[in-house]
């Protein structure tokens, strides 16, 4: 095999070192890959099929692993096909369009639209990981209130299947341009590719929607001592179309990031979430006027970010976007994990009440994240753990915790996104009959050998 692969990669990126790739830093389940290879051009790619598909083996794309999910984890004895290198962009500044290798990283795409005047919304995740792969994965950002979640983004794709064939999806299977402008009128199967975590085809480029560039941005928190009054004010300042992104932080992340690392329950007293509400305008009058609109809908006085900041340094990372959090990611134990889910809008507080009282009762501070999505027409709900992953009682008890959280949220209506392995049973278990036939019929038709990503989703059941 070896040989084969070197044939195709050359010796250099091809590797039986699989150590780094076996795991993340989550709770889910480890497995050992055969190699790893590092796709340098593209026509690696199907040579790469036509070879695991005569040798029946599994290949996992992956570019940076860092999903949260265990979701870039591969399957004993397959390959790990490292895309980091296609990492090209082309943006096109008429229809604000930005069209993007799997390489093209936050950090990168923030310069390159930036040069001309346009801006996308940025996840909390490190800056150096990649859009394509979060787009595809159907992630959240900051301007995922004012335009929905990543998938919505997405106008088409160029992709692999895993015969070798190649795709264009969008409007670009038909007008000839380079890349799509609108995701129809044809019929729309770039949601063949999105949320399918990389078991339909391995996706080589996307068109990303981009958004002009304000002149005026706001970033102001507003600091919550009840979690309802946070949720009611992310569904009014939904309602009013004028922010990019009302969202919620739970207070062990403030902590956390102000270096208190052992946290006792909080102080009534004490805030229970701040908010961060983001949003731009084109003149000094209009920004004025959505911070006067935010003022009268917080329950406190708004204060900017910046003078947080200023105040207190170690409040930097949430300033500005995309940002390395350390305080997630460089911590004893090094474990970190979640449950995150779409649900109703309504069920916020309910919801939240749920998830912190199984972490805390389980011994974790109550993380959460919450927006709401698209206008308000949907929230997100995200329970968060650090832990130590060299605990083997430990990883165990997250690993508990996630899936009581998952069940119990599934309970109110809430969907996992980015579904984390622990919870594919629960999730499965869940699916419209007829959805999961369709979803086996769609696998089988396009990758009969099941060779892309089989660890992820598990159909046939
Ligand atoms: C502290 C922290 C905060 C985060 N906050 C957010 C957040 O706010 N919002 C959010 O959305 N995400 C968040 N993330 C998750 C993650 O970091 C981002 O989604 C990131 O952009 C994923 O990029 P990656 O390179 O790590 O993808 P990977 O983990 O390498 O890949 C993700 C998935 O996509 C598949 N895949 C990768 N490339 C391809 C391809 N070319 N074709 C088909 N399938 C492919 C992989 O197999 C895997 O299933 C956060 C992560 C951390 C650690």
Redesign the pocket.
Known sequence: MRAALVDIFGTESVSDDGADYAG??TENAPAMPAFVVRVSREEQIPQLLALANERRIPI?????????GG??IPSEGGIVLE??A?DSVAIDPVHMIAWIG?GV??ERLKAETAAHGLRLG?????PD??????A??????TMSLSHGS?GDWVLGVE?YLADGTKVKTGSAAASGLPWPLSRGPLPDLTGL?VN???TT????RLALTLWPLRSHRRRDMIPCVRNEDAFELMRTGARTGLFDDIAGIGWPGAKWALGLDELGPRDPAEPSQYVIADYGADTEAEIELKHKRLVELAPVAPVPVADLVALAPELEPFSDLPT??DF??DHEGGG?TWV?TYGPLDKLEEGAALGEAILAEAGFPPLT?TRPMKGGHYAVLRMIERFDRRSEEETARVRKVNIKVGRALMELGYVPY?CPAVLYDELFARLDPGFLKLLNTVKRAVDPNNIL?PA?WRFDR
Request: charged fraction near 10%; aromatic fraction near 8%.
């Open positions: 993340d830093w996992t794309p992956r570019v940076a692993g860092t999903n949260s979701l870039a895309l980091g296609l799997p990283t936050w940025y996840p909390l995740a490190p990981t990649s859009v394509l792969a979060c595809l994965m159907d992630g959240l950002s990543l992709a590719f399918w975590l990389g085809g391995i996706t080589t390395r959090l997630l990611l970190l995150g994240v980015k990503s992820r």
